[in-house]
């Protein structure tokens, strides 16, 4: 059993950062990749930005190319996504998705709730 948690969302002010916090975990969880993606109200879930686990090259949409960043530690499977510069048209829940290696199985976090005032 691999459980995904999310952490770290809330309200900012347009112009502010948030960090977001996900981390992995199973007795024989290893990861292929770990991102994030996001579902605004009445909106299909989008790609944000995802971190392969082997050489940590990492890949952007292209809407938060220069604002945000995404980073791992290694130990405990985290990856964190720093988000800066926020608009209101990032206020999202922000979902984690850990695929495993080897099967290649997606895991997903519950969502965490960001929201960006004007």
């Known amino acids: 059993q691999v459980q995904v948690v999310e952490s770290g969302g809330g309200l900012v002010q347009s112009g502010g950062s948030l960090r977001l916090s996900c981390s992995a975990s199973?007795?024989?969880?290893?990861?292929?990749?770990m991102g994030w993606f996001r579902q605004a109200p009445g909106k299909e879930r989008e790609f944000v930005a995802t971190m392969r686990w082997s050489g940590g090259s990492t890949t952007y949409s292209d809407f938060v190319k220069g604002r945000f960043a995404i980073s791992r530690e290694r130990a405990g499977n985290t990856v964190h996504l720093q988000m800066n510069s926020l608009t209101p048209e990032d206020t999202a829940v922000y979902y984690c998705?850990?695929?495993?290696?080897?099967?290649?199985?997606?895991?997903w976090g519950k969502g965490t709730q960001v929201t960006v005032s004007s």
């Open positions: 199973g007795r024989t969880f290893s990861p292929l990749a």
């Open positions: 998705k850990a695929t495993s290696a080897g099967w290649n199985r997606d895991y």
